[in-house]
């Protein structure tokens, strides 16, 4: 009988993992030192510590990077849902957080103000992030609502909009994030969501 055939070999060497985490991790640090405009390709590779080509061999350019590389903050830590949802807000608005405190506004201001003309990075940050960050939360509050833990007509969209928009709303007045800030933001959700004590 005929031996089977060997699967093929997938051409060129495996992408490197370190690598990986270099290039985003350094595009994020850059992001929020230098803010979007001034951050470049070169400097990434530079802090990276590769090579430009190898950059440009996983991201076309620099929206695609930036994009990636805010994926990565927002989504690779946030926090799973544990099914109490007080723990979930407050976990939840404390990892957006620290995303931003990493980050800063840098991208925030990208898409207040550059939206016309960086339409690409605007729309892969909404996609691979902004939107994803959103649902955790409506996540969250849709489960409780399903187990009876808030009213059954609770308006889930404009709670999530509530937590969001609490972040812009101390950051752009300057105010200070004391400790208790995500307790007491998840707190007026919960109330305004009516959550039963046992939620």
Do not use: N
Not at 17 to 41: H, K, N, R, W
Not at 71 to 98: F, K, N
Not at 116 to 122: C, M, Q, R, V
């Amino acid at each position: 009988m005929a031996s089977p055939p060997r699967p093929a070999r997938p051409r060129g060497r495996p992408r490197s993992a370190d690598v990986d985490a270099a290039i985003l991790d350094a595009a994020a640090a850059l992001l929020g030192e230098v803010g979007y405009s001034a951050m470049s390709m070169e400097a990434v590779a530079a802090r990276a510590g590769v090579a430009k080509p190898t950059v440009y061999l996983r991201y076309a350019g620099k929206a695609e990077l930036v994009a990636a590389a805010f994926e990565r903050l927002r989504m690779g830590g946030a926090p799973a849902l544990s099914g109490d949802l007080r723990t979930d807000l407050v976990a939840q608005l404390r990892h957006l957080r620290s995303v931003f405190d990493r980050v800063g506004m840098s991208l925030t201001g990208v898409c207040l103000a550059e939206a016309e003309h960086l339409p690409d990075l605007i729309a892969a940050l909404r996609e691979r992030s902004l939107h994803p960050g959103r649902r955790l939360l409506r996540d969250a509050l849709e489960a409780a609502r399903d187990r009876g833990g808030i009213a059954e007509d609770a308006d889930v969209a404009t709670a999530v909009e509530m937590c969001v928009g609490a972040y812009y709303a101390r950051h752009l007045a300057g105010d200070p994030f004391d400790p208790g800030w995500e307790e007491r933001v998840a707190d007026a959700t919960l109330r305004a969501v009516g959550a039963r004590p046992s939620s």
